[in-house]
């Protein structure tokens, strides 16, 4: 798109959209009430599509299109991410130079926990997201962090979520104004329009799932995270979800935020608390 | 052919007008006026999270012509790389309220 | 070292269906690295299952094919208990190979 024609472009994408979406009805003061959220967001997508259980949503793309789940089941079977679980699980019990391991920084080893995280970390006042933890771990034995968005922490993510499969999502919002806030801004982060092509997440996943950006089914935000971290058949390997938040950024050319910024963490905490009580289905592949 | 006359009146009036704006070339200085001026607004919309990835392209485009000499466009692509960075701010203030239209309730 | 090739082969009596997963890096030759050198071709050529001493299926492949490929096909034929081999030779003369009982 030529640069002389965003601004007016811009502004009448933003008039448009504002008009193309009903204005509901004045609310009382703007009062933080995430358990009706959830439940208005879970609502939103259940009637939008009726003939889905909640739980088919963590499958994204897949429960949007007959074709993609048919070729989806046939490629579970054999699935593309494999290599990359076996190298987390490998990852995660191998010692540091210290002698510690991961297993040593995580609750039950990391077994079964991936469905806490993101969590409010009470005493930090910040949300603590999965792979935040992990390279934390690794610097509290003076270990070097790892990089968000490559092959290694997607495969200690993998693993984690691997070993989660099946259980629901369960993120809790302590009785903590700041707490509050943090998932607020995450919601608010999802719902902003940015970039030069003035997409917010919403855009996509909340006015278009099933529907085609290009060649890609759009999945709905509903478990959109339950499936991380993901093979992408794209990316021809394995995804974070910072590599994921950060190139959607970009790819609606809007300049990324630096991987595990405080708007990342937020809007992970938001995402994955509206999807509260539907499985963890990760790791995943995508198209 | 009154109406052929006063067009080719109006093209030679234009040519000319053309030609004096083209007399008139940009200078350096004021290319380091309006790359000034598009840094500060795109430094502004960082302090709102908000830049964009063609405003950074567009300034990079501007020093190039500018280190190649070619200031009339570089100054033309500062000025869109203002104009960009502008769009951005806008876009994050409106969005302070705006995003409200797309939220699920 | 751990086997590139991950292979699980069933037989129905008649046929024996295959499905195989393949560890390799499957670089065609064009695409450049970030620092803009290109990243030199390193594919798997010849791809091939043998049962009974027989090639059922050979596969010669070029750098159109992505990383870590997926494979799968049907042969008739193959007894639960049997063995099928799979081996592969890449354009560096590199190659794996492993025996799998059909199921």
Redesign the interface.
């Known amino acids: 798109m030529n640069?002389?024609s965003?601004?007016p472009l811009?502004?009448a994408a933003?008039a448009l959209?504002?008009l193309a979406?009903v204005?509901?009805a004045a609310?009382a003061a703007d009062t933080v009430d995430p358990v009706a959220?959830a439940k208005?967001?879970q609502k939103?997508f259940t009637d939008k599509f009726p003939k889905l259980k909640p739980e088919d949503f963590v499958n994204g793309p897949y429960s949007m299109n007959e074709d993609l789940h048919r070729q989806w089941e046939?490629?579970e079977?054999?699935p593309?991410y494999?290599?990359s679980l076996?190298a987390g699980k490998e990852m995660f019990t191998k010692p540091f130079k210290n002698g510690k391991s991961f297993e040593d920084c995580f609750p039950n080893k990391g077994i079964g926990i991936r469905q806490n995280y993101p969590y409010f970390d009470e005493k930090e006042g910040k949300v603590v997201t999965l792979e935040l933890a992990l390279n934390r771990c690794r610097e509290a034995s003076g270990e070097a962090p790892l990089s968000y968005v490559r092959d290694d922490m997607a495969a200690l993510t993998a693993y984690m979520a691997f070993t989660s499969r099946g259980k629901p999502m369960d993120i809790k919002l302590p009785n903590d104004p700041r707490a509050l806030e943090a998932y607020q801004q995450g919601?608010?982060y999802f719902?902003?329009?940015?970039?030069?092509l003035?997409f917010?997440c919403?855009?996509c996943h909340?006015?278009s799932p099933g529907e085609r950006i290009r060649a890609e089914v759009l999945a709905p935000a509903l478990g959109i995270l339950n499936a991380m971290p993901i093979y992408r058949?794209e990316w021809?390997?394995m995804g974070t979800t910072s590599r994921r938040f950060t190139t959607c950024n970009?790819q609606i050319?809007?300049?990324p935020?630096d991987p595990q910024a405080d708007?990342y963490r937020d809007l992970e905490y938001y995402l994955s608390y509206v999807s509260n009580g539907l499985p963890i289905s990760g790791p995943g592949a995508r198209p | 052919m009154k109406i052929w006359v006063l067009e080719s009146i109006l093209a030679a009036t234009l040519l000319l007008a053309g030609a004096m704006s083209a007399l008139a070339a940009s200078t350096e200085a004021e290319f380091k006026a309006a790359y000034a001026a598009a840094e500060a607004a795109n430094k502004e919309a960082g302090s709102l999270r908000n830049q964009w990835t063609t405003t950074a392209a567009t300034l990079a485009a501007a020093k190039k012509a500018a280190d190649s000499g070619d200031f009339d466009n570089a100054v033309a692509q500062a000025k869109e790389a203002e104009a960009l960075a502008k769009a951005s701010i806008f876009q994050a203030t409106s969005e302070k309220e705006r995003w409200k239209d797309l939220e699920i309730r | 070292m751990a086997s590139t090739i991950r292979v699980r082969a069933t037989s129905n009596g008649d046929t024996t269906e295959v499905q195989a997963l393949i560890q390799h890096p499957m670089d065609s030759g064009f695409v450049k690295d970030a620092k803009g050198d290109i990243i030199p071709a390193h594919f798997i050529q010849e791809l091939t299952f043998e049962y009974d001493g027989k090639a059922v299926f050979v596969a010669d492949w070029g750098g159109g094919v992505s990383k870590d490929p997926y494979v799968k096909f049907a042969f008739k034929g193959g007894k639960k208990g049997d063995d099928l081999k799979v081996s592969w030779v890449d354009n560096k003369g590199a190659t794996d190979t492993t025996t799998a009982k059909i199921q």
């Open positions: 640069a002389r965003a601004i811009a502004s933003l959209l504002a979406f204005v509901p609310t959220d208005a967001f939103f046939e490629k079977q054999f593309p494999e290599f076996e919601k608010e719902y902003t329009r940015r970039g030069q003035n917010s919403a855009t909340v006015q058949s021809s390997g970009s050319r809007g300049v935020l708007e």
